[in-house]
């Protein structure tokens, strides 16, 4: 039984230091990931999407915007008076309810037509749909 036991150390010894490596190695190469607002937490991509937004300008791409802000909160296609398809990406800008969900309601929309940004805000949502 003894010997054993003294078998059984230095396997234990060896183990216990090859993880002690292990944890010094990934502690020394872990590089988190830059702040995106995809990883962002809710409130904080709120907050960025409420900077972001304010910065936005007729004429930017789609590409451009989905750069800035990240994925949507919810997308949505539609048509114009003029038959021209318009994409409406909506972004989380302010909390109506404290439910843990996003809804429309929470949500600033981005128009975009042929992939380029000509409005946003429910104004302009509210105008494109009743045709204006």
């Known amino acids: 039984m003894s010997q054993g ?15 002690l490596v292990f ?5 020394s190469v872990w590089e988190e990931a830059p702040a995106t607002p ?3 937490d809710w ?10 937004i304010a910065t936005l ?6 590409a451009i915007v989905l750069e800035r802000l990240g994925n949507p909160d919810f997308s949505e296609a539609l048509t114009d008076h003029d038959g021209h398809g318009i994409q409406v990406l909506r ?11 996003t ?5 600033t929309p981005l128009l975009f037509r042929d992939g380029v ?3 946003w805000g429910e104004t302009a949502f509210e105008q494109l749909k009743n045709g204006g």
């Open 5 to 19: 036991k003294s078998r059984l150390v230095p396997v234990v010894a060896v183990l216990l230091g090859l993880y």
């Open 23 to 27: 944890v010094v190695v990934v502690v």
């Open 38 to 40: 995809d990883n962002m």
């Open 43 to 52: 409130d904080d991509r709120q907050k960025h999407n409420v900077a972001a």
């Open 57 to 62: 300008e007729p004429g930017l791409s789609k």
């Open 91 to 101: 972004y989380r800008t302010h909390r109506t309810k404290g439910d843990g969900e």
């Open 103 to 107: 809804t429309p309601d929470e949500t």
């Open 117 to 119: 940004l000509f409005g």
